[in-house]
Each structure stands twice: as C-alpha cells, then as structure tokens.
C-alpha cells in the first residue's frame, strides 16, 4: 500500500511526509526563534516620507507600530507552534503542554518540541501536511517583513550538551567563517576550538 505526502504529494511508501519536506520543516522550526527575535526590529512602521500626506486628525492617526509585526510577535508564532504541539500530543495520547513563560521562550520550547517530534510526525501522524504547510506560511509571513535570513553558517552537527535530567540537548550546531567559539541557540552551551574535535567524536550517526 502506497501513501502520499501530506506537503507535496510525492508518493511515499508508507508515512505522512517525504525527507525533503521532513528536512525543510526541521530547518524552518529551527529558524523559528531567530525568526521571532529578528520581527523586534520592525515593530515601528518606517516613517512617512516628505512628500506623504499625514492626517492631524485623531481619527487619521496610523498606530506606531506595525501591526504585522506585531501580530506575529505577540500572538501568531507562538500560536500556531503551541496549537500544533498540543495537537501531536494529543494524537500520541499525551496531556496537554502548559502554555507559560514569556512569549519568546513559549517559541522555542515548542519549535524544539516539534523538531524533536519529526519522526514519530512524518511517519504517523495524519496532519503532518498541514503541520508543515503552516508553518511554511508563518515563515513567509514572517520573511515578507524581516527579509531574507543572512548566512547561517555551516552545519557541523548536533550539541552533545547533557542537562541535569541527563538529556542530551541534540540542537544544531552552526558554523561561521572565522569563528573560534560555537555556542548553542538553544541551550547555550559553548565549544571552544579544543573542544571541536571532542564535538565531532561525540555525534550520532549521520547527524554531521
């Protein structure tokens, strides 16, 4: 029996998603938080030029943000992550997650949720096509005002930083011309240039 992509359509052999979309959502939740810290910057709508007429009257007042930017800021981001991990959790028979702490952490825990949860996604979970259909969209949304991301550097592979509870981090690990130190986005954790080749032993199969 032969399945489809939920993204594409591509044909599949069994699944919900093909790699090429699997890895295109992966990296798109990975961007996510950069994403989110980078719309700060275009909150306030650029000025009015000399020559455009603006209304003295209350009822003529633009507001001084951009409503875009703050739409997706302070609300659609976080949102449509959260509303899609709770719905995975709740397809895997799971509680659901607590919605708390500011709005950019609430960003990254869920993009690292659902990045993390890419397997089990594509290969089960029925909605995965428009998991990632939406997402792509906030995305573009997003990249319609911030522009197009700069070099994000080479991935080398995965921190193998370990927390108190004995997870092990798992987050990509990017690097940048001329950089001596790599530092994780998400858990902070840092690699001088000793500790390179300790980093490179310590990877998962296929994870570079």
Known sequence: MTASCGACERELEHGYLCPGDVLALAERLERMPKLYEALAGF????????????????AGSRMPVDEAALDLRYGGIALVLESWRADVQRARGWGAPAAEGTVEGRVLRAARWLGMNLEWIAASYPAAGDLAREVR?????????????????????????????????GATIRHQRGQTRLVCDWCGCKYEERDFLRLARLQPEGAA
């Open 137 to 169: 969209e906030v995305e573009g949304a997003a990249l319609s005002i911030v522009g197009a991301f700069p070099d994000r550097g080479r991935r080398i592979g995965q921190c193998v930083a370990v927390d108190a509870s004995g997870v092990v981090c």
């Open 43 to 58: 909150l306030t709508p650029a000025a009015a030029g000399a020559t455009e007429a603006v209304s003295h009257s209350h």
